[in-house]
């Protein structure tokens, strides 16, 4: 938590709406430089593409990820960087939420497994971020 609950905005790209994830998840693991592997959606999409792509500079993922869970069930929705920052501002991901490395590494550096995190639908103004949950 910032002091005088201030808050840190950062510059997304979020999926095309038909790909767009919206709701409430939490952190279920975070990587530093992860793999990725395409699911076989982005496969027929997209690809081909090998079937893991080691993490590093040109790793779709970027510099970190925060795994995005339901229960204990990946959504397969991440947070993560992007080696193309030029799309930053967009609805172009297949349903991710890119960040620049810089960004996410901030972010990263401020989470905690466990987090929460709230995506508001496609025409809402959202804050993408931990928030403390209230219990009662």
Known sequence: ??????????????GEEALAFS???RVGRMTEW????????IQARLGPYPARVAGGPSNPLGAR???LFDGNKDTL??????NQPE??????????IRMTNED???????????AIVVVLPPGRHASIGPTTARRG
């Not at 992860?34 to 959606?41: A, G, K, L, M, S």
């Not at 590494?105 to 497994?113: C, E, N, Q």
């Open 23 to 25: 709701g409430v998840a």
């Open 87 to 96: 799309y930053i501002g967009q609805a172009i991901s297949s349903g991710c």
């Open 34 to 41: 992860p793999d990725w592997i395409p699911t076989p959606e």
């Open 65 to 67: 990820a925060l795994y």
């Open 1 to 14: 938590m910032l002091p005088q609950d201030k808050a840190i905005r950062y510059g997304v790209a979020v």
């Open 77 to 82: 929705y991440r947070i993560h960087g992007t």
């Open 104 to 114: 996410v590494i901030d972010l990263f550096d401020r989470v905690k497994p466990g």
